[in-house]
């Protein structure tokens, strides 16, 4: 009986997890239209600056990378708790 409740516990946690991500990919992609808007202009000194549009670019896809590469690895452990019925 505990074992089955943890396990149930185990895969509403893993949901949580894999409904965060799929969260943070949508963020990521309004994120991405944001910063396709953007368009370079010069500042007078002493104003506030913001990160330029192609660095801004530039961490978008490094970041989309290092998320794909988190999601991938769900992945393979998801296929692995899954042969093993859940089981912890």
Do not use: C
Not at 68 to 84: P, V
């Amino acid at each position: 009986m505990q074992i089955t409740v943890i396990n149930e516990h185990a895969r509403q946690k893993y949901g949580e997890y894999v409904g965060a991500l799929d969260f943070a990919f949508g963020m990521l992609t309004e994120l991405k239209k944001l910063i396709d808007k953007m368009d370079e202009q010069k500042t007078p000194a002493g104003a506030w600056q913001i990160t330029p549009p192609e660095e801004l670019k530039k961490q978008y896809l490094r970041v989309l990378d290092q998320l794909s590469a988190l999601r991938n690895k769900s992945m393979k452990y998801e296929s692995e708790l899954i042969s093993r019925n859940w089981r912890v």
